[in-house]
């Protein structure tokens, strides 16, 4: 798998106003909307996500606990970190699932929180807003 074919589909997806929705939807840990973070910083999405460093997560403990767990990031972190076999499964079985779950780590990245909301209430959203 190429990290670049995923992040490539995850930005075309961004680039989408549908898509763009789901920063207006979500708040950071101060209350702000996702959104603001992106107009502080004078970034469009994808150019946010471009920014964003990509590393491979295979030897955290996180991603060898739970085979479940594809990716994950701190609240206002750049950096991503993708479980790599498991990650690299879900790629070649449903590329567009890879994409969506980068779209949730973005979103993370801008300083979104969970519990509230879950982790599958921010996929289920994003897939609502950036799928298809």
Known sequence: MQMVHVL???????????CQRVL????????????TALDRRHQTAA?????LSFVDGENEPLCRSNSAI???????????R????????????????????????F???LGLGENPPTSADI?????????G
């Open 8 to 18: 490539v589909g995850a930005a075309r997806r961004l680039s989408r106003p549908e």
């Open 24 to 35: 207006e939807e979500f708040r950071d840990g101060s209350g702000r909307l996702l959104q």
């Open 47 to 51: 150019e946010y996500l471009s920014s």
């Open 70 to 80: 594809f990716a994950f990031t701190r609240p206002g972190s750049g950096v991503i």
């Open 82 to 105: 993708i479980c790599s076999p498991t990650f690299e499964a879900l790629f070649a079985r449903d590329s567009s699932t890879s994409e969506i779950l980068v779209i949730h780590e």
């Open 107 to 109: 979103l993370h990245s």
């Open 123 to 131: 996929t289920t959203r994003v897939m609502m807003r950036c799928g």
